[in-house]
């Protein structure tokens, strides 16, 4: 690997660290990537705990999910492979099964509800996708009615999936989206959350194009 593929390398290691060390993972679970260029992608190894990786082990991946290099890539690849397939502006996505966002995904709740505005001009709202055998090519066709709008979603009885134009970025709304499910949460016991009004949803909706995040997802 050169330099460059290093330092990459470098932050999908911080990013799993991130990610173990907050509890969004437990032992070898989650994975993460990102697209080198228009014919390779960089990912995490396979049966490795997130917050003990190191740069040299990552694996390098064509677009068919063929491994280009030493090591081997997790059995999630064909997810961050659709994803990249359908979405040309996706450099990073991020796998991981945060406990509160996740307990919603095991429940059959999506993060839809109109509630933060932080949420509604940023990611808009956080569908869940129908279940789908990991490893397998459900997982992919589950999420393709929701790709083209979405930045974020709720795999059922699974996990969460982020992506974004950088691995940061692909980090940081997984970090969101466990937020605000921990604020539903909360909400609920507290008697329940309060929806915005559609006019407030509408314009929150619309600062969404302005923050960069495409067209708004609601």
């Given at each position: 690997?050169?330099?460059?593929?290093?330092?990459?390398?470098?932050?999908?290691?911080?990013?799993g660290?991130?990610?173990?060390?907050?509890?969004?993972?437990?032992?070898?679970?989650?994975?993460?990537?990102?697209?080198?260029?228009?014919?390779?992608i960089?990912?995490?190894?396979?049966?490795?705990?997130?917050g003990?990786?190191?740069?040299?082990?990552?694996?390098i991946?064509?677009?068919?999910?063929?491994?280009?290099?030493?090591?081997?890539?997790?059995?999630e690849?064909?997810?961050?492979?659709?994803?990249?397939?359908?979405?040309?502006?996706?450099?990073?996505?991020?796998?991981?099964?945060?406990?509160?966002?996740?307990?919603?995904?095991?429940s059959?709740?999506?993060?839809?509800?109109?509630?933060?505005?932080?949420?509604?001009?940023?990611?808009?709202?956080?569908?869940?996708?129908?279940?789908?055998?990991?490893?397998?090519?459900?997982?992919?066709e589950?999420?393709?009615?929701?790709?083209?709008?979405?930045?974020?979603v709720l795999?059922?009885?699974?996990?969460?999936?982020?992506?974004?134009?950088?691995?940061?970025?692909?980090?940081?709304?997984?970090?969101?989206?466990?937020?605000?499910?921990?604020?539903?949460?909360?909400?609920?016991?507290?008697?329940?959350?309060?929806?915005?009004?559609?006019?407030?949803?509408?314009?929150?909706?619309?600062?969404?194009?302005?923050y960069?995040?495409?067209e708004?997802?609601?």
């Amino acid at each position: 690997m050169n330099d460059e593929i290093i330092e990459i390398g470098k932050t999908i290691c911080e990013i799993g660290e991130r990610l173990y060390r907050f509890g969004h993972v437990v032992s070898n679970d989650g994975n993460i990537s990102f697209r080198l260029d228009e014919t390779r992608i960089l990912t995490t190894p396979t049966g490795v705990c997130k917050g003990d990786m190191n740069p040299e082990s990552m694996v390098i991946v064509d677009l068919d999910g063929n491994t280009l290099g030493p090591g081997k890539a997790s059995s999630e690849l064909p997810m961050h492979l659709f994803i990249y397939q359908q979405r040309p502006d996706i450099q990073a996505v991020v796998h991981a099964h945060p406990v509160t966002a996740t307990a919603c995904a095991a429940s059959g709740i999506a993060l839809d509800q109109k509630v933060l505005p932080e949420i509604i001009a940023t990611l808009g709202s956080i569908p869940l996708a129908p279940f789908g055998m990991p490893g397998t090519r459900e997982v992919p066709e589950s999420l393709r009615p929701y790709l083209s709008r979405h930045d974020a979603v709720l795999l059922a009885n699974h996990g969460v999936v982020t992506f974004g134009p950088d691995l940061w970025d692909a980090y940081f709304k997984m970090e969101r989206v466990e937020h605000y499910a921990r604020i539903l949460l909360a909400s609920r016991s507290l008697g329940g959350e309060k929806d915005l009004t559609p006019e407030q949803v509408k314009q929150l909706s619309q600062m969404r194009t302005g923050y960069g995040q495409g067209e708004p997802a609601t």
